[in-house]
C-alpha cells in the first residue's frame, strides 16, 4: 500500500496529503476489515446452527459457499487497485484547501497540527453526498450474478452498516484516536515553540510508513481495535441476528 501511495506523489508535493490519506487508509479499511469478518461470521455461525437443529430459531436460506466468501472477503483490496488515485486527488483537495494561504516560514505546533489534519479529515469526509467515502472502500454494486447471490447480500449488508450513525461514531472516534497517537510521535520532533512549515513538511511525509506497516507490526491498528467504542460495536455487530429485533438502525 505504502508502495502505491508513493507513486502518486511526486517528491515536491506536500507531505500533508500523503500522510493524512494514509491516515485514512489505515484507519478505515482496518475498520472495513473487521465489518467484514463479523458479517460473514454471523452468517456462518448461523449456517452451523442450522445443521446442527437450531433452524427453528434461525430462518435462512441456503448457506454461503467458499466461492462468495472468498470473493466478499477480496473487496478488501478495491481501494487499493480502483479506488486509490480518485481518494488521493481528494485528498489533495481537502489539503490544499485547508493549507490555504500558510507560508513555508509560518510557525507550526503540535496543536496546530493536530488542527489542520482534522480540519483535512473533515472536509474530506464531507466531501459529496452523504457517506460518499463509502465508495472508496467497497464498489457501488457488484459485478455480476443475479441480485439474490449470497455476494449481493453480504455486500447490501455491509453498506447499510457502514452507512449507519453507530458507524459514523466508531469512524469519528477511531480517526481522532490515530490523530492523536500520531501526535504523540510528532512531539518527539516538534519543539514546543513550533518550527517553520518548510521544516515540517518533510518530516510529516516520514510519517506515513508508520501509518501504512503491516498489520502485525502496525501499532495505530492495535490501538484502533482496543478503543472501547470499538469494540463494543463490533461485538453487537456479530450479536445483530436477523430474526431479532435490529440493533442498528439501517
Known amino acids: 500500500m505504502w508502495l ?14 500523503k500522510m493524512v490519506a494514509s491516515l485514512w487508509v489505515t ?48 473487496t478488501a483490496d478495491f481501494l487499493s487497485t480502483n479506488a486509490l488515485p480518485i481518494l488521493i486527488s481528494n485528498m489533495q483537495v481537502a489539503v490544499t484547501e485547508a493549507l490555504k494561504g500558510k507560508q513555508l516560514r509560518d510557525t507550526y505546533t503540535t496543536p496546530l497540527l493536530r488542527e489542520t489534519i482534522v480540519q483535512v479529515l473533515d472536509m474530506f469526509m464531507s466531501n459529496g453526498s452523504p457517506h460518499q467515502w463509502i465508495d472508496y472502500l467497497m464498489p457501488s454494486s457488484s459485478n455480476g450474478g443475479s441480485p439474490d447471490s449470497k455476494f449481493d447480500q453480504l455486500m447490501v449488508e455491509t453498506r447499510l452498516v457502514l452507512s449507519s450513525s453507530e458507524f459514523d461514531n466508531v469512524v469519528e ?8 497517537a500520531l501526535m504523540e510521535e510528532t512531539e518527539i520532533q516538534i519543539q514546543s515553540s513550533g518550527i517553520p512549515l518548510a521544516k515540517l513538511l518533510p518530516r510529516v511525509a516520514q510519517m506515513g510508513p508508520l501509518l501504512l506497516e503491516e498489520p502485525d507490526k502496525n501499532r495505530f491498528i492495535r490501538i484502533i481495535r482496543n478503543i472501547p467504542e470499538v469494540e463494543l460495536f463490533f461485538t453487537l455487530l456479530y450479536a445483530d441476528m436477523p430474526s431479532s429485533t435490529q440493533i442498528f438502525s439501517f
Do not use: C
Open 27 to 74: 484507519t478505515m479499511i482496518s475498520l472495513y476489515i473487521r465489518v467484514q469478518v463479523n458479517i460473514l461470521g454471523r452468517h456462518l455461525y448461523i449456517d452451523t446452527a442450522r445443521d446442527l437443529g437450531g433452524s427453528h430459531l434461525l430462518e435462512e436460506a441456503d448457506p454461503i459457499d467458499s466461492d462468495d466468501q472468498q470473493k466478499f472477503l477480496a
Open 4 to 17: 502505491l501511495l508513493s507513486f502518486f506523489f511526486p517528491f515536491s508535493h506536500t507531505g500533508f496529503t
Open 173 to 180: 472516534i477511531s480517526l481522532k484516536t490515530v490523530v492523536e
